[in-house]
């Protein structure tokens, strides 16, 4: 290239102008062109890399017919990096020759050199070097020859010099086969003046302006054609509701904790799984009809593990397991009253009376559910019908309450709230039992997100379970974490204006556990 042209290319370069110099390039072969260049011949005449070329032939034909390109494709053979090796320091079979001194090497120290084995096996089969197998010391290698030339380097540096035509197709084998040329496509452009052919480049407009048409310099314009086949701009599609992302980051800590989803299908409960198996008392205010939805069809269930029931029976009325009970008369026709549940504890009451009933020994067990729950309430700004709890159980050979603390700080932290504060409190069916606090931010106070315990023996050994084994469980309403997780500010995004934090704080969505 001369040193015009060597110019022009890092102008080119340095200015973006590849297209410009390109178009120069196709004005100046004129005739001697034959109709067109090849993209890659113009390339390494410019001095550019082929792609920026490419890159400059694709925008030039964006512009209409200035030029005509057409893809070409076309096989041709490099050097691969073991191959370029070989070209700076010689084959491994002449390589492994030059290294053997006149006295000899030891065929263990040949077989160090990194071009050693190789080497070895290609030099003996071209009878450079031989192996004295009971010379002293053990097998020792010998030159064969006094010299070597070598003829696999002079071919891949023709190849390298771009005359690989010149090979016999035998010996572009062997060297393929040896990793030392590569076989490789070519994508080029044929590159012809276009009808609209001009050595300046003039960018298209793409928008008609109220400001063009008024003063009507529109006409005088050129305007890049419409792409009727040209996608539109995607709508924005919706997005997951807070609820949900963080629904599913609670199953998916469980899940990493080595937990089981217990199955939560059934919203109707009858009042034996949803209050009596839990210890719970029939004349507990929960049970009233203005606390709990009751069902008039079916109104009542009728199918109960009858053993397990007199159990529970016997515990609320005369007592047992070291506990004096309820001391009232306990009537079946409350129990078989059905509900819609008003806690996933119910559900946690199913799966320890199945887990009781393994016939082989007694195997530790951690559950947890996310799903909704009822409870028949007056709708105010505070409260809804429905909410979402969130419930885990654990089942083992002595847990106490530590394990319990232990559990909920592992199980906070993995969602991203690290401020914890537990306060005793009371439960029909847990004893001891927590209130679980954290730090909120954006209120710069303790707000309540949980509740939990250790199961009560009046639940857990009527059910069959071991004496030995406690239960811890916790839980909590899905839509409070969900508050302090987001934060208040995230919130105000989501709703597109400026809230009371004790007014969101207070609404159903943050709904606890009434």
Same mark, same amino acid.
């Given at each position: ?85 070989? @070209? $700076?320091?010689?084959?491994?079979? +002449? ?6 001194? *006149? /006295?000899?090497?030891?065929? !263990? #120290? %040949? ?40 003829? @696999? $380097?002079?071919?891949?540096?023709? +190849? ?6 010149? *090979? /016999?197709?035998?010996?572009? !084998? #062997? %060297? ?63 997005? %997951? ?274």
């Amino acid at each position: 290239m001369s040193p015009t042209m060597a110019a022009e290319a890092e102008a080119a370069a340095a200015s973006g102008s590849a297209a410009e110099l390109l178009l120069h390039r196709l004005a100046a072969a004129g005739a001697s062109c034959e109709g067109g260049l090849c993209s890659l011949a113009a390339a390494a005449a410019l001095g550019l890399e082929h792609q920026v070329l490419v890159g400059a032939v694709k925008s030039l034909q964006a512009l209409g017919a200035v030029i005509e390109a057409e893809q070409r494709t076309s096989k041709k053979w490099e050097l691969t990096p073991e191959g370029e090796e070989v @070209v $700076r320091e010689g084959s491994q079979e +002449v390589r492994v020759f030059n290294s053997i001194p *006149l /006295e000899g090497l030891a065929q !263990s #120290e %040949l077989m160090k050199l990194s071009c050693g084995k190789v080497g070895f096996s290609k030099a003996m089969s071209s009878k450079w070097i031989q192996l004295d197998k009971s010379a002293e010391g053990g097998p020792r290698v010998f030159r064969a020859v006094e010299s070597v030339q070598d003829m @696999v $380097r002079a071919k891949l540096v023709q +190849v390298q010099q771009g005359e690989a035509d010149s *090979l /016999e197709e035998k010996d572009k !084998s #062997e %060297l393929k086969k040896r990793k030392l040329l590569a076989e490789v496509t070519m994508k080029t452009y044929w590159i012809k003046k276009g009808s609209a052919f001009s050595t300046t480049v003039t960018k298209q407009e793409t928008d008609l302006t109220p400001e063009m048409i008024a003063s009507g310099s529109w006409r005088d314009m050129k305007f890049k054609a419409y792409n009727f086949e040209a996608l539109g701009i995607m709508p924005e599609s919706g997005h %997951l509701h807070p609820l949900l992302k963080v629904r599913s980051q609670f199953r998916q800590i469980f899940l990493e904790m080595g937990f089981t989803e217990m199955p939560t299908n059934n919203f109707i409960e009858s009042s034996f799984w949803n209050f009596d198996a839990l210890f719970q008392p029939q004349q507990h205010p929960a049970r009233d009809q203005h606390d709990t939805f009751f069902l008039k069809d079916p109104a009542e269930a009728t199918d109960f593990p009858m053993d397990y029931l007199k159990r529970v029976k016997r515990v609320h009325s005369q007592g047992g397991y070291g506990s004096q009970g309820y001391k009232y008369d306990w009537k079946l026709e409350e129990a078989r009253k059905n509900v819609l549940r008003t806690h996933t504890t119910a559900v946690s009451a199913r799966m320890l009376y199945q887990l009781a009933q393994q016939v082989e020994k007694f195997a530790p067990a951690k559950y947890f559910s996310i799903d909704r729950v009822f409870r028949n309430e007056t709708l105010d700004a505070t409260h809804l019908a429905e909410f979402h709890q969130i419930e885990g159980v654990v089942a083992d050979y002595g847990l106490t309450l530590g394990d319990l603390m232990g559990v909920l700080k592992e199980f906070f932290t993995k969602l991203g709230i690290t401020q914890l504060r537990f306060k005793p409190a009371y439960n029909p069916y847990t004893e001891p039992s927590m209130e679980v606090f954290s730090y909120h931010q954006g209120l710069r106070k303790w707000v309540e997100v949980g509740n939990s315990g250790v199961f009560r023996p009046e639940m857990l050994l009527p059910m069959g379970l071991p004496e030995g084994v406690s239960v811890i469980a916790w839980g909590l309403s899905l839509e409070r974490p969900t508050m302090i997780k987001y934060g208040i500010n995230n919130i105000r995004e989501l709703v597109g204006h400026k809230v009371n934090l004790q007014m969101v704080y207070d609404s159903p969505l943050c709904r606890l556990d009434a």
